[in-house]
């Protein structure tokens, strides 16, 4: 990005307005900040839609509809440039936040990022087994593996990038589900059905508020359905 | 299930087939066998379809087309008996496969029982924020969490037995899981980008797999957007 920002920066016009739709925030004002001249505004952003698909052909029309963009302007940011970049999101079908880059990445690490790493992660222990083959992995995915491997399926050289320029607050996050992991672990050798029970009557709750808040995944579903 | 089959072992004609439905065999073998009479056949199943949501409301009418039932006699089955019970799941619409109770125990250890539990772990870790909100959780959640949120939501009765009763498997899969994810965290922590990539490269290819044997998740993602 910042090669490329080096390359374009003679050729954008005074007050024109720079963004991106990358998945790591912090890593983007830093990179390409000092490459731009002074008079553009940079304003780094990340549409929080998609599915496991890349590029333009795996658009949809629905693609951005009720999903929220997040918009990370640094503290000097021309307020009338935000406003002109959170109407174009919003004409999209977005809703927009705006927020500091170092809290969006915290915020994906944990809802995105590290998803994506155990998704990754259970994908590649289930393949490397001796006494399961890869075709029972296949036949009996049904029981919740298959969930797994949709996002386990997303574009190797962009999550690459992610991990490695989000490192701290994925590895942050990494360390909390490793505990808690732990804990689980650690009810289920000793028979603690109850604290079992109590984590996973907990987690219901969260998906029934998800589904309220219109974040279920029908409309990507039925993105994903043409695109298969 | 012991319990139940006591009760009714004395109502039980001769030849009949006495089955089930649960995610774990080696237990119904091990409590129903002994309370039944030598005069019946003992033939314990699991259907290997579903959505998160539980009870006789949940089922839509193509819920077993073509996923595999899998049935775990013991090794003196009379095979009268274990065909006419593949008949019956055939009916059905799914497609049947006989195995040990043991290797299916340890087959659904890492398609099914781990998964469910990293997936009802890292809601919890997400729950257990400080510096992120429930709500902004939420919100940014189509960036990959929201997936997991889903098999987050199933039964919590239904899924503490199953980890109560599939401890050995669980564990041991759980193990090799958290084995990788040591490995992939090291990978993140020095900046090994060229392991990062060669994992995400290769769980790509069994995402295809499962779309090819037909196992993704269109089918019961329209049973599910029926019932919400």
Redesign the interface.
């Known amino acids: 990005m910042a090669a490329v920002a080096a390359q374009m920066a003679s050729e954008l016009k005074a007050g024109a307005i720079v963004t991106d739709v990358g998945?790591v925030k912090g890593c983007v004002l830093k990179a390409v900040g000092p490459e731009l001249p002074d008079n553009v505004h940079l304003i780094p952003g990340h549409p929080?839609?998609?599915t496991?698909q890349s590029g333009p052909a795996a658009g949809f029309a629905s693609l951005f509809d009720d999903?929220?963009c997040?918009l990370t302007p640094p503290k000097d940011a021309d307020e009338i440039a935000v406003a002109s970049l959170e109407a174009f999101w919003t004409a999209l079908g977005s809703r927009v936040?705006i927020m500091e880059a170092e809290?969006h990445d915290?915020?994906?690490a944990?809802?995105?990022?590290?998803?994506?790493?155990?998704?990754?992660?259970?994908?590649?222990?289930?393949?490397?087994?001796e006494?399961?083959t890869?075709s029972?992995?296949?036949?009996?995915?049904?029981?919740?593996?298959?969930?797994?491997?949709?996002?386990?399926?997303?574009d190797?050289?962009m999550?690459?990038?992610v991990?490695?320029n989000n490192?701290d607050a994925?590895?942050e996050?990494?360390g909390?589900?490793?505990e808690?992991?732990t804990a689980?672990?650690r009810a289920?050798?000793w028979?603690d059905?109850d604290a079992?029970?109590n984590?996973?009557?907990?987690?219901?709750d969260?998906?029934?508020?998800?589904?309220d808040?219109g974040?279920?995944?029908?409309e990507?579903?039925f993105g994903r359905?043409h695109e298969?």
Chains 1, 2 share one sequence.
């Open positions: 998945s929080v839609a998609g496991e999903r929220w997040i936040e809290h915290l915020v994906l944990i809802t995105s990022h590290v998803p994506h790493l155990i998704a990754y992660n259970i994908v590649g222990t289930a393949n490397d087994m006494a399961v890869q029972e992995v296949i036949k009996y995915s049904a029981g919740g593996f298959r969930d797994f491997t949709r996002i386990a399926a997303s190797p050289t999550w690459r990038d991990f490695l490192k994925v590895l996050m990494l909390r589900f490793s808690d992991l689980l672990q289920i050798r028979g059905g079992l029970f984590l996973f009557s907990h987690t219901r969260i998906r029934r508020r998800i589904i808040a974040q279920d995944d029908a990507a579903d359905t298969d």
